[in-house]
C-alpha cells in the first residue's frame, strides 16, 4: 500500500529564509508525487508534480522539489520564504492517472515570521 | 474561467438532519471526487465518479451517498448515520485519460457543522 509521511507538523521561518519541506513516501512502483498548498479555509492549489524525467522540478510561485528515490523522498524548497507563502503544504503520492488513488500526508503548516 | 465550485461554503446542521452539499465543474473532467478534511490530517477519500452514472466507495464512504447524473455535477449527501460528520468538504475533478498525470482541481470546500 502507498503511504506519505511530512515528518514536520509545523515549521517557523523568517521572511527572507530559505525553507525545506519533507517528504517521505512508499511506493511500489514509478510515484506520482505532488505537493499541493492551501491557505485558510480554502480548497488545495497544485504546486508542482513529477512523474518522469529530470528529478529536479520547478512549480509555480519558486517552488521547486527534487525527487530522490533511494532516499524515498520528494521535498519541497524555496529559496527566499515571503509572507504569503504562510499555508499549509500537502505531500501526495498518486497512482498514476487514478488521482483519486493518490494518498496525502497530514501536511506541514508554514508560520513565517517577519 | 474553469474551475470547481462548492456550495454552500458553510452549513449547520442540526443531528438527525440530512444535508447536501453542491459541486459543478465546468473544466470538462470526466472524474470527480469528494474528501473529508480534519484539522490535523491529510485528506481522506469519501466518494469517487469516473464516469457519470457510475461512482465507488472510498476510505470512508459510510454515512454518506453521492449521485453523478450529470458529468458537471457530483453532489454529497451527509446522512444522519454519520457519527461525526462536523468536517471540512472538498469536491475535486481530474481529466480522465492515458495521458493524464494524476493531479486534482480542488473546489474551495464546504464546512460543515453539526450543532
Known amino acids: 500500500a502507498q503511504s506519505v509521511t511530512q515528518p514536520d507538523i509545523h515549521i517557523t521561518v523568517s521572511e527572507g529564509a530559505s525553507l525545506e519541506l519533507r517528504c517521505n513516501y512508499s511506493y511500489g512502483a514509478t510515484p506520482y508525487l505532488f505537493w499541493y498548498v492551501q491557505s485558510p479555509g480554502q480548497g488545495l492549489q497544485l504546486l508542482l508534480k513529477?512523474?518522469?524525467?529530470?528529478?529536479l522540478v520547478q512549480g509555480i510561485k519558486g517552488f521547486e522539489a527534487e525527487f530522490k528515490r533511494s532516499q524515498s523522498s520528494f521535498n519541497l524548497r524555496k529559496p527566499s520564504v515571503h509572507w504569503s507563502d504562510a499555508a499549509e503544504y500537502f505531500c501526495a503520492v498518486g497512482a498514476g492517472t487514478n488521482a483519486g488513488k493518490s494518498t496525502f500526508g497530514d501536511g506541514t503548516t508554514l508560520t513565517v515570521k517577519p | 474561467d474553469g474551475g470547481i465550485t462548492q456550495s454552500p461554503k458553510y452549513l449547520f446542521r442540526k443531528e438527525g438532519q440530512n444535508v447536501t452539499l453542491s459541486c459543478e465543474q465546468n473544466?470538462?473532467?470526466?472524474?470527480m471526487y469528494w474528501y473529508r478534511q480534519d484539522p490535523g490530517q491529510g485528506l481522506r477519500l469519501i466518494y469517487y465518479s469516473q464516469i457519470v452514472n457510475d461512482f465507488q466507495k472510498g476510505d470512508i464512504a459510510e454515512g454518506y451517498s453521492v449521485s453523478r447524473e450529470k458529468k458537471e455535477s457530483f453532489p454529497l449527501t451527509v446522512t444522519s448515520a454519520q457519527k461525526n460528520p462536523t468536517a471540512f468538504y472538498l469536491c475535486?475533478?481530474?481529466?480522465?485519460?492515458?495521458?493524464?498525470?494524476?493531479?486534482?482541481?480542488f473546489g474551495e470546500g464546504s464546512r460543515l457543522t453539526v450543532l
Open positions: 473544466l470538462n473532467h470526466d472524474a
Open positions: 513529477y512523474f518522469s524525467g529530470d528529478t
Open positions: 475535486a475533478s481530474s481529466p480522465r485519460s492515458s495521458g493524464g498525470t494524476g493531479e486534482l482541481f
